[in-house]
Antibody, heavy 120, light 110 residues
């Protein structure tokens, strides 16, 4: 059974870079059928897609975040990562990683999520 | 980019049927598949409908999905409501360059 687990600092200072890693277990990140995505959810608010990456390194990002986001993949470790630069309090959210069907952008399964707070 | 608009909240009694709508602002709703996710407090979202009207294994057939090109919207219908269905529901779709989630609908079963 495929599982995803987010990891990284729970507290980031304003103007710094948020860095998270998603570790995939129970399956290969190098599958040609899937992308791997990041989604976030500010406290009490809805879901926002951040971006997705293919095992080859091909990426696509939410236009509203594109200038600050970098997603990368490490197939040797079965992991993919998120970097979000110049963070502010508005970036405080639960960050989720998920597998994404390449054909139809279906996000399933999801990791449990990790809360990242931006504060000095 | 397009938006997906959902009602903020809906409520219904146990045993009844409720429908949650998801309207696409531009582009045809039929052009790209719609997914529906259920999110209970403190938990990650899980899929209840994918590819417009398909149910993952383990999701009861009380959950169904459809699309209506005339209103450019998708719908999630839950019949025989149970208290355990009380949750937030999100629709999601995409186009050639991006993925979009609806704002979410809080379902109260009272």
């Amino acid at each position: 059974q495929l599982q995803l687990q987010e990891s990284g600092p729970g507290l980031v200072k304003p103007s710094e870079t948020l860095s998270l890693t998603c570790t995939v277990s129970g399956g290969s990140i190098s599958s040609s059928s899937y992308y791997w995505g990041w989604i976030r959810q500010p406290p009490g608010k809805g879901l926002e897609w951040i971006g997705s990456i293919y095992y080859s390194g091909s990426t696509y990002y939410n236009p509203s975040l594109k200038s600050r986001v970098t997603i990368s993949v490490d197939t040797s470790k079965n992991q993919f990562s998120l970097k979000l630069s110049s963070v502010t309090a508005a970036d405080t959210a639960v960050y989720y990683c998920a597998r994404v069907t390449a054909m139809h952008n279906w996000f399933d399964p999801w990791g449990q999520g990790t809360l990242v707070t931006v504060s000095s | 980019n397009f938006m997906l608009t959902q009602p903020h909240s809906v409520s219904e009694s146990p045993g009844k049927t409720v429908t949650i709508s998801c309207t696409r602002s531009s582009g045809s709703i039929a052009s790209n598949y719609v997914q529906w996710y259920q999110q209970r407090p403190g938990s990650a979202p899980t899929t209840v409908i994918y590819e417009d009207n398909q149910r993952p294994s383990g999701v009861p057939d009380r959950f169904s999905g459809s699309i209506d090109s005339s209103s450019n919207s998708a719908s999630l219908t839950i019949s025989g409501l149970k208290t355990e269905d009380e949750a937030d529901y999100y629709c999601q779709s995409y186009d050639s360059s991006s993925v979009v989630f609806g704002g979410g609908t809080k379902l109260t079963v009272l």
